[in-house]
Every structure is written in C-alpha cells, then in structure tokens.
C-alpha cells in the first residue's frame, strides 16, 4: 500500500490542492453552562439557540433567536443574551434576559440614548449582578443609528452608561472580569489592516470608574481574540487565532486555539482547537473544570485542572 499520507495530486487532475471553504451550515457563538450541566449555544448563521442538554442530547431550545450571539447565566438561572445584528435579517440588536423554566423574554436595553444598538456581541456579570456588554458594528450597517462601537454597563437599578468607546478602543468584542471584579478585560479584535487585536486590561474603582488602560496580549498581525474567560486564579482563557486566512487582512500566524494568559501578559499556553473559526469559550460542570469550547459548526468539551472563575449559576455538586 502506497504511504497516503504523502500522496501528491492527482496529476493533470487537479490544478490546486488550496480547498476553500463554498458554504457554511452553522456559525456557533456564546456558550453557557447552567446549574444542572445544560450547554446553551447560539447557532448565528441559523438564528436559534441550541440546548446540548447534561445527557448529551443536542436540541433547538429556541428559534428565531434575534441572531442571538454571546450568553451568561445570572443569578436567578436567567439566561441573559446579546441578541445581534450579524449573518442575515432577524437581528433585534438588544439585551434580553429569558426565563428557561417559561420561556418568558424580558428586554433589558434595546437602545442607548434613543438609538438602537449596532450589534450586541458578548457579556460579563459580575458580583453584584451589574450586566457589561460589548457593541461593535458587525453584519449590514444599513440602517444602523449608533456612531460609535462602545461598552455598556446595566446597572442594578435597569439604567445603562456608556463605558468605554472609540478613540480608547477600536472594536470591542469578548469581555471578562477578574475574580474580584478590581479589573476589567476587553477584546479589541479589529479585521481592518493596521487595526487592533489586542487584549486590553482596566482598573475598576468602587464608583466603578475604568482606569489604567494597558495591553495584556497583542496578537497582531494573526486573527485576534473572539471570546474570553477567567479561571479561579485571574488567568485569561481566549479563544483566538484561524488555521485559514479568511480575507487579506488575516494572517495564520496565530494558529486556532484557547489560549492562556496571565494578568501580565505572560502566556501559559495553547490548547489547539481543529475547526474554524473559533468564538467562544465557557467553564462548566460540578467543580467547574469542563471548558466547553465552540467554533465552526462544532462544541468541544476538555477536562482542564483548574476551575474557572463563574459567579452564576452556582453548580449543582
């Protein structure tokens, strides 16, 4: 038998080994873990939520989502979404928070001083249950009211400030707090030539004030950060990098995985991921040390050795 690892082309057959992508059957985005080990995901390219229910059984839990992107769970069990504006009609570009037991919506926030959001991206709950989200401008601008790409806080109270916007920021997409909530972390992850990819740190002061803006990791020139968590020691946990380029201004020198960082920017590590393109990324599980990893069409489970830092749900042990 000839070695069909190293097989050349077929010859006269084939004029090109470069196999391209022709069509894509989900994009999957923000994952996260319930109490009782339910995985919730949001499918864009399809506009649904999907349910990987603790027995393994995968199900359509909610269809025409509002091209929903990332989720978290709040205290109560509340699955709280971004609702977007990317892949196709049907974004509502809003925050929505929905009772899993009823499947009763509630809109948080659907604008900001009277304009509709550009296209809600991902979320952060703290401690006290203050809602952080990120807005860039992704999927048909058409039509689109904001001026800015910016992050927004939801208060206790329902009110939101606009907390961060351009010149300080580019793009903002993934968002995470440190364990005691004193920093906040933002993904900056820009596709235009020369733009940002870079993770960005600030302090948070008790009026909840962002200061010390500095750079923790800059993955430029390859494909930047997408999603983002922290483990129980304040480690960054970024889903990052694309094994193929998908236009000019990406490269593959960040090769597809979950990356490892410290507060200070050393890197730890990579686990690889084998699909494109990956998003998103959350801790799950009893003692919280199943990461569950979406990207493409695919969710991945690892078992890693330390638990992720997540304020709700409380697991069940």
């Known amino acids: 038998m000839p070695d069909l690892k190293n097989l050349p082309l077929p010859a006269g057959l084939v004029a090109d080994a470069d196999v391209a992508p022709a069509a894509a059957i989900a994009f999957t985005e923000g994952p996260a873990v319930d109490a009782d080990g339910n995985v919730f995901f949001s499918d864009i390219q399809n506009n649904r939520i999907m349910k990987r229910a603790a027995d393994g059984a995968l199900s359509a839990w909610r269809n025409d989502s509002g091209r929903a992107n990332g989720n978290m769970f709040d205290a109560q069990g509340r699955l709280v979404t971004c609702e977007g504006g ?10 929505t928070r929905t009772d899993t037991k009823t ?18 991206n991902d979320l952060v709950i703290d401690n006290a249950g203050r809602i952080y989200f990120t807005d860039p401008r992704y999927g048909d601008p058409t039509g689109r009211e904001m001026d800015v790409e910016g992050v927004y806080r939801i208060d206790l109270d329902g009110s939101v400030a606009r907390i961060l916007q351009q ?46 803006q500095r750079v923790v990791y800059d993955f430029a020139p390859g494909r930047g950060g997408d999603g983002m968590r922290t483990d129980v020691n304040g480690n960054l946990w970024i889903a990052a990098g694309v094994h193929r380029a998908r236009n000019p ?3 593959t020198e960040v090769p597809t995985g979950i990356f490892v960082v410290t507060p200070k920017g050393e890197m730890l590590g990579r686990i690889p991921i084998p699909e494109d393109a990956i998003t998103n990324l959350a801790f799950g599980g009893p003692d919280l ?16 050795n330390v638990a992720g830092h997540l304020v ?3 697991p069940h042990a």
């Open 86 to 95: 990317e892949f196709g009609p049907g974004g509502r570009r809003r925050i």
């Open 289 to 304: 040390r199943t990461l569950y990893v979406v990207a493409g069409k695919t969710l991945f489970s690892i078992r890693v």
């Open 167 to 212: 010149p300080a920021i580019q793009k903002p997409n993934g968002i995470t707090l440190s364990p005691d909530n004193r920093t906040l972390y933002l993904v900056d992850s820009n596709p235009t030539p020369g733009g940002n990819r870079k993770i960005w740190a600030f302090d948070v002061a008790d009026d909840l004030s962002l200061s010390g």
């Open 103 to 120: 499947g009763a919506v509630e809109v948080l926030t659907d604008r900001f001083e009277g304009k509709r959001y550009n296209s809600p």
């Open 249 to 251: 201004n990406e490269t």
């Open 312 to 314: 709700y749900p409380k």
